[in-house]
C-alpha cells in the first residue's frame, strides 16, 4: 500500500553551508511540498536552511510545523511565523514528536544533528517502530560520500541489501517527493514496536 504524504519531517542545518545551491535546492522542495499540500515538521529555527525550508513552504501557502527545545526556544532561534511551534524539554521528547507527526523523513544536507536524527528515524523503520519512508535530498554530490559508506556496510555484512534499499535517494526534489509517495514498507523480522523506542 502506498503510503499517505500529508505530512514530512525535513533535517537540514542550521547554516546555509557556502554553496548557495544548497539553499536553492532547499527552497525548492519546500515549495514543491506546499504546492501538493504536504506539511513540514522541522526542527522549528529561522536560521540556515532549516529557515529556509520553513519559508519556501509558508510562502507557497503551506503549514509549518516547528517543534523545539525550551533551551533553544529562549534563544534567538526560533520562527516565528509558523503555523505551529512545540516546545518540548529535552531533545529525546523533540524528536520523538517530530517522528510522530511525520508521515516520511527527507534529510538535506547538514551536520552531526541532521545525521542523527535522520538515522535515528531510519533505524526506527528498519526495526518496525514504525512503516515510514526515510530519503535523502542529494544536493550537489553531497551525500556521495555517504552513499559509498552504506554500500560498504552491504558489502561487509553489517548492512543487509533490503535495509540499504529502504533509504530513498534523489537529486530532484519532485522525484523524490514521487517516491516516498510510491514507498511501501519492508518486510522484516525486526523486533520491536513503536513503544520500544
Known amino acids: 500500500m502506498p503510503t499517505q504524504l500529508s505530512s514530512i519531517a525535513v533535517y537540514c542545518g542550521s547554516n546555509p553551508g557556502f554553496d548557495p545551491v544548497f539553499t536553492a535546492a532547499t527552497a525548492s522542495l ?6 501538493r499540500g504536504i506539511s513540514l515538521v522541522y526542527g522549528g529555527a529561522h536560521v540556515g536552511l532549516m529557515g529556509t525550508i520553513a519559508d519556501a513552504v509558508l510562502d507557497n501557502g503551506g503549514e509549518a510545523h516547528g517543534v523545539i527545545t525550551r533551551a533553544l526556544e529562549q534563544t534567538e532561534i526560533p520562527h516565528r511565523g509558523l503555523t505551529s511551534l512545540r516546545v518540548t524539554d529535552t531533545m529525546h521528547e523533540r524528536k520523538a514528536a517530530m517522528a510522530d507527526a511525520a508521515d516520511a523523513f527527507i534529510m538535506l544536507p547538514g551536520g552531526y544533528g541532521t545525521f542523527d536524527e535522520f538515522f535515528e528515524v531510519l533505524t526506527w523503520t528498519q526495526l518496525g517502530i514504525h512503516a515510514k519512508p526515510c ?12 552513499r559509498a559508506l552504506l554500500d560498504s556496510a552491504v558489502s561487509a555484512g553489517f548492512v543487509r541489501p533490503a535495509h540499504r534499499d529502504m533509504v530513498i ?5 519532485a522525484g523524490l517527493l514521487d517516491q516516498l509517495a510510491a514507498w511501501t514498507p519492508v518486510q522484516v523480522s525486526k523486533w520491536l514496536d513503536r513503544s520500544d523506542r
Do not use: H, Q, Y
Open 135 to 146: 530519503a535523502i535530498l542529494d544536493v550537489a554530490g553531497f551525500f556521495d560520500p555517504l
Open 169 to 173: 535517494i534523489d537529486t530532484d526534489p
Open 30 to 35: 519546500g515549495r514543491e511540498m506546499a504546492e
